[in-house]
């Protein structure tokens, strides 16, 4: 079982910066694509970002220059650099990892954060 867990969140003035973590953890020789997706109330939940095990990195244009994904292999995680946020990017921020290597048990299988909240007020 890999476990997901989010933080970070908080919430700030229009303007203000947040850096979300998402920690993966749960089996030896697996490394992690890692990606941030977005739910605003009512709506459908969104691609933010992705880092895969690689080190490729991908933004929804909606973020581009405004985010900063990266990741620490070591501890297998994942940071977002949120800056310039705005009102829209309020949301509820859910992490995804998806184990990948030859000896990793679990390669392909997903595995979703509980969330973490972020609020920005204008």
């Known amino acids: 079982q890999v476990h997901v867990v989010e933080s970070g969140g908080g919430s700030v003035q229009a303007g203000g910066s947040l850096r979300l973590s998402c920690a993966a953890s749960g089996y030896l020789y697996c490394s992690y694509d890692m990606t941030w997706y977005r739910q605003a109330p009512g709506k459908e939940r969104e691609f933010v970002s992705e880092i895969d095990s690689g080190g490729s990195i991908s933004y929804a244009d909606s973020v581009k220059g405004r985010f900063t994904i990266s990741h620490d292999n070591a501890k297998s995680t994942v940071y977002l650099q949120m800056n310039s946020l705005k009102p829209e990017d309020t949301a509820m921020y859910y992490c995804?990892?998806?184990?990948?290597?030859?000896?990793?048990?679990?390669?392909?299988?997903?595995?979703w954060g509980q969330g973490t909240q972020v609020t920005v007020s204008s």
């Open positions: 995804k990892a998806v184990p990948r290597g030859l000896y990793c048990p679990r390669t392909g299988d997903v595995y």
